[in-house]
């Protein structure tokens, strides 16, 4: 038994027994950045640590959060479930919970896609979305075996195998590069600075195809975008199309990679050479959906129509963990046969589907559609778009960009300096809990923030940073 005298605080006993994510534990146990902050409850945009302190949840929890913590109707879903099943197998039976959230998100979706095959997180949407689109080449009429996808640099799709293999962030994928499936892997369609020292962005329209693999220039002097980076994916796809099963894209920003935004046209180019060169698109909405870019899915920027599409994070506005992958009748098709045909999608997880989590979902998705219609949201994307602005003079930034209420302001100097990290403690102290990405800043507050709360964490950001 414990002797009270000598009861560990929790912080303590966190040192003891855990092992954080993506954390260097020798500096978290020795609090060389950080103390452990203890968080005990949420309210709102807010969270509270142990000893009572207020922080504006900048990050919205990871990018998860939509409508802040402890939000009154999404609370009220859950209880509700609660009281009737916390959880039941999506193998061999159904609930309604999982049924209606099929129906509802699929009436957001981008209007091609009518199946919904659920998992429980952002890596596993990606995970099933590529078995899927291997296995449907396999069974498709006239169809044959790919076993590669076209893949873009600084992209980021998950944790677990299959999706670092389609990754492209070094210092999260190379260590298992022994243990990843090869891929094609193009340019990232990000433009400050190009990479051909080009003048973006071009119009799509003027987008032709030139019968070279485009390959970054030396030249200092700037000339027009000729969208190489469509010309490097379509090079790529001319010649290895048959081994392809689909090109895996983060639609408009690149979340982890660094919040790198492509510019308008990228997208739907892209999509264009995918039905152009018959290789499915796979978008990992995982970062980018439910409202984040200003519309439901990112998609919805460029009106295109995806073969599969991967949702997580917000898709339970932050509550449990869940995940969708999206998919089209044509693919769902394949899938189809008598048993002894083994064309079975063999996919499963535990909590597949978890009631819980799907009523969250359908609270949630409520309040989305709500909000991304009212008047106080326009207000809330300006108050954000003017504090980037604002931030984007300060000489120590060297770019804030944003779609929607993502965005990443870039501090200049090495990264070695670690300015992202010892910015973001500071802001603890100025209430606010940031997690930067290397020595980008990154912003996804709560949907729900209002203008003030932008405004007033804008100032802080600002702050933090000329202090620095
Ligand atoms: C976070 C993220 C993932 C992984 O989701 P997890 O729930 O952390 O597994 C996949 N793709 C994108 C674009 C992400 O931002």
Not at 154 to 180: C, E, M, Q, W
Request: net charge positive; proline share 5%; aromatic share 8%.
């Amino acid at each position: 038994m414990y002797n009270l005298a000598f009861m560990p605080s929790l912080a303590q006993l966190d040192r003891k027994v855990l092992w954080h994510p993506f954390t260097q534990q020798t500096e978290w146990e020795k609090g060389i950045h950080e103390d452990i902050l203890v968080i005990s409850r949420g309210r709102g945009a807010y969270l509270y640590d142990s000893k009572g302190k207020r922080y504006f949840d900048a990050v919205s929890s990871l990018w998860v959060n939509l409508f802040g913590h402890n939000e009154p109707s999404i609370d009220r879903a859950v209880e509700r479930q609660l009281k009737r099943v916390a959880h039941s197998t999506f193998l061999g039976l159904t609930h309604e919970p999982g049924i209606r959230l099929a129906k509802e998100l699929l009436a957001v979706a981008p209007k091609n896609l009518s199946r919904v095959f659920y998992s429980d997180n952002g890596s596993t949407a990606v995970e099933v979305a590529l078995k899927m689109a291997f296995q449907y080449h396999a069974q498709a009429p006239g169809g044959r075996t790919r076993s590669r996808f076209l893949t873009l640099k600084n992209s980021y799709h998950g944790d677990t195998l299959g999706a670092v293999s389609v990754g492209g962030i070094g210092l999260f994928h190379k260590k298992f590069r022994p243990l990843l499936f090869k891929n094609h892997t193009v340019m990232s369609p990000h433009c400050a600075p190009c990479p051909h020292n080009k003048r973006p962005p071009a119009r799509l329209e003027d987008y032709e195809y030139r019968g070279e693999d485009p390959r970054p220039g030396d030249s200092r002097e700037k000339t027009a975008c000729r969208w190489e980076c469509l010309g490097q994916a379509e090079a790529v796809l001319k010649k290895h199309s048959k081994e392809i099963a689909a090109t895996v894209v983060e639609p408009v920003v690149q979340g982890a990679g660094g919040m790198l935004t492509a510019p308008p046209g990228y997208l739907k180019g892209l999509s264009r050479l995918c039905r152009k060169y018959r290789v499915l698109l796979i978008v990992d909405e995982v970062a980018t959906g439910f409202g984040r870019t200003g519309k439901v899915f990112a998609c919805g920027l460029e009106d295109v129509l995806p073969d599969i599409l991967c949702a997580a994070k917000g898709i339970s506005g932050g509550y449990l963990p869940l995940a969708a992958t999206l998919a089209t009748e044509k693919i769902y098709n394949a899938f189809l046969g008598r048993y002894e045909d083994f064309k079975t999608f063999f996919h499963g997880h535990s909590y597949t589907g978890n009631p819980l989590a799907c009523s969250a979902g359908l609270a949630s998705l409520a309040l989305l559609k709500k909000r991304l219609k009212s008047a106080s949201f326009k207000g809330t994307l300006k108050a954000f778009r003017d504090g980037l602005a604002r931030l984007s003079r300060l000489p120590r930034v060297r770019q804030a960009r944003s779609a929607g209420l993502m965005a990443g302001v870039e501090i200049v100097g090495d990264e070695k300096e670690r300015a992202g990290k010892k910015i973001c403690m500071k802001l603890r102290e100025y209430g606010v809990l940031m997690r930067p990405l290397g020595n980008v800043l990154v912003l996804v507050p709560p949907l729900s923030s209002t203008s003030k709360e932008i405004g007033s964490l804008m100032d802080r950001v600002s702050h933090a940073i000329r202090e620095h």
